[in-house]
């Protein structure tokens, strides 16, 4: 035999027994690889790190948006991504401009929810409406008329049971429902941390003034209208025009059912008082990470992932609305067979799937792989849904989502919406864990032979909407797509 031809049958010969060994790689193998290259490689607490210290901020329509949007598109070609590309959508941004609150001539601190109006100078009594829900209004339905609605951000201690809470822009819708001329919400920190965020349901200017005082000032507030009257007079300006945002998309192309997609997806905008480390950095920068991972680990799936970067979650879930909407209008919706969203998600220990589930023992089986590689994995699985994060577009039309169960400090908690929530609130462990079991939880699903769950249809969405309690929170938003 020639020494060519031997050499030429060796090198195929080993070849061979590579490519051999590589399809023989159990999925247990594959995520032990991963596992110890993002242990050795996460770039989510660096990158996350340096986009605090030189963006700052990430407000959708400001120079900071901008510069996070190009930020994490320049990140995704650096990773090896070459199919990035920004979806451009036109929005009307808001954005803070100088706010007082006088009760009964005196000062007290206050800061701004978004989409308050422009320019607003409002006097009223102060009436307490308690938690703010409906039934509270519908005691006195005429209580709040002409006056300035007081309600408590979450639940009062001693309410009673089993409530309901509503998000802080479905209370103010109910206070706008029923008349009032303002809303003064308590926060429930302590130490007078004050929170900001959309009070509107729709990412449009609402009528009235709507602000947020400290928990401490507002039970002072609520103990003296037990016995007299209080008046306010809320000042304000503010800013909304209309700009352009971009969703940063990055596409990794399925390697057998490429028509099929899975989305995962962090929204990148936060709010202004802060750098928004918490809310929701580590969510879009584990996405980041993900996506780097994928690449770093050759990982080829047989299905489409689109790594996304939501922009104008914070003013109305306006990114994710865009794609949606571009979806239905260029008729592949039925593309998208997941959505996975990681929003202050951190630490995770098991998994939520939302949906009409088909295989629910799918996700026990893939997290019991995900949890030999590290028992801070418990394995938890819960089917719930909820409102007011990127998933629900996507959630109305019926497609199955998935997140992850978080096991963050509390303490970080204190920090949403307000002016400590920096990148010193940020555990690096938590986070390169979120990318750690994110990616062996992507990599699973968008690989399955069969997924767990398939889209629903309107009327099977609609009970799962009435199902998880929801019918009630997306009539107040204008969202519910079905007769009342």
């Not at 770039?43 to 948006?65: C, M, P």
């Not at 302590?190 to 449009?204: I, K, N, P, R, Y």
């Not at 990681?342 to 939302?354: E, Q, T």
Request: proline letters at 2%.
């Amino acid at each position: 035999m020639k020494k060519t031809t031997f050499l030429s049958l060796l090198a195929f010969v080993i070849l061979a027994s590579c490519t051999e060994s590589k399809k023989l790689e159990s999925q247990a193998e594959l995520f032990a690889r991963i596992d110890a290259e993002i242990k050795q490689n996460s770039k989510a607490y660096s990158t996350l790190q340096e986009a605090t210290e030189t963006i700052g901020h990430r407000l959708t329509g400001s120079k900071n948006g901008a510069k996070a949007e190009e930020y994490t598109f320049n990140k995704f070609k650096e990773y090896g991504f070459e199919d990035v590309a920004y979806q451009t959508f036109e929005v009307e941004a808001w954005s803070r401009g100088d706010v007082s609150l006088q009760i009964n001539n005196g000062e007290t601190k206050v800061v701004t929810l978004g989409h308050s109006p422009i320019l607003a100078n409002v006097t009223g009594e102060i009436v307490d409406m308690g938690n703010g829900l409906e039934a509270d209004y519908l005691k006195s339905p005429n209580a709040v008329r002409d006056k300035i609605s007081l309600a408590y951000i979450g639940i009062l201690p001693n309410s009673e049971e089993n409530l309901t809470n509503l998000h802080r822009s479905e209370k103010t819708a109910l206070a706008i429902k029923y008349g009032a001329k303002g809303i003064i919400i308590i926060n429930q920190v302590d130490d007078g941390v004050l929170l900001t965020g959309t009070a509107s349901v729709t990412g449009e200017l609402i009528p009235i003034p709507a602000v947020c005082i400290g928990k401490e000032d507002g039970l002072v507030l609520k103990e003296t209208l037990k016995s007299k009257i209080a008046t306010a007079t809320i000042n304000m300006t503010n800013h909304s025009d209309v700009i352009k945002a971009r969703n940063v998309v990055a596409t990794l192309k399925g390697a057998k059912i490429p028509e099929e997609e899975i989305v995962i997806g962090g929204h990148l905008d936060s709010w202004d008082l802060a750098t928004g480390a918490i809310d929701n950095g580590i969510g879009s920068f584990a996405v980041l990470d993900i996506a780097r991972a994928f690449l770093a680990n050759d990982l080829k799936p047989k299905r489409t992932i689109k790594f996304v970067m939501f922009m104008g979650e914070e003013q109305g879930l306006l990114g994710s609305k865009f794609m949606v909407e571009k979806a239905i209008e260029n008729n592949t919706i039925d593309q998208i067979k997941y959505m996975m969203n990681l929003d202050m998600s951190g630490n995770p220990i098991g998994m939520n799937a939302g949906g009409k589930l088909d295989d629910e023992a799918f996700f026990k089986s893939l997290g019991a792989v995900i949890q030999a590689q590290d028992t801070i994995y418990k394995n938890s699985f819960t089917n719930r849904s909820g409102l007011h994060s990127d998933h629900q577009p996507f959630m109305l039309e019926g497609v199955p989502i998935l997140s992850v169960n978080s096991n963050l400090d509390r303490s970080i908690y204190g920090c949403y919406h307000s002016d400590c929530d920096d990148f010193n609130l940020v555990n690096k462990e938590h986070i390169t864990n979120t990318a750690r079991f994110g990616t062996m939880m992507l990599y699973g699903l968008a690989n399955a032979e069969k997924l767990p769950a398939t889209k629903m249809d309107s009327e099977t969405t609609k009970e799962f909407m009435i199902k998880n309690n929801l019918k009630e929170k997306l009539i107040i938003g204008n969202d519910w797509k079905w007769e009342k």
